[in-house]
Each structure stands twice: as C-alpha cells, then as structure tokens.
C-alpha cells in the first residue's frame, strides 16, 4: 500500500478523534475502538469513508470491528481488497 493511502487513512481517523475527544495524538498500532476512544457511529463513518475512498464493497466483508481497531490494521485490510471492475461495479461475486 502506498503511503498516500496510510496518511488519508490516519488523516479520516485524526478527524473522527477530534469529534470525540478532541485528542488527535495515536500512533499507527494504538487501538481506537476497543480502547472507547472511537464509537459505532464512528465505525459506521468508518466504513462509508473505506467504501468512498478505496471501492471497498462491505456486501461482502464479514464485518468485525476488531479488523479496524488500528490504522495499522485498517491498512491491512484495504491493502488486498479487489477494486470495482470500471463502471463501478465490484470485481467480487
């Protein structure tokens, strides 16, 4: 994954954490959801940004939020996911 895509990853989180606690210091292993620093309303902004910025079709993801609790881990996750084929569909079936 490139880089461009961690730091639009940790810039969408340092604004999530800024709605909540204000507090936007976290490294990239730092856990955000099961720590409470970050709620399911932000897990469900989460998603929304992963499927707009990525083409990530969460119809097909076996969702746990465990998979998102860091940016480390979030990049993990978007790292092998196929991209829609062009005309916006999903490459999955």
Known sequence: ?????????RGFIAGLLEGHAGNTDFSDS???FQSG???????????T?????F????????????MFDSVDLIEGF???MPRPAAGGMSARR
């Open 37 to 47: 620093r970050l709620d399911s309303m932000s897990a469900v902004e989460l998603v």
């Open 30 to 32: 730092e856990s955000l």
């Open 1 to 9: 994954m490139s880089g461009d895509a961690k730091q639009k990853i």
């Open 49 to 53: 940004f992963l499927e707009t910025e």
């Open 78 to 80: 978007v790292a092998p």
């Open 55 to 66: 083409g990530i079709d969460f119809a097909y993801v076996d969702f746990d939020i465990a």
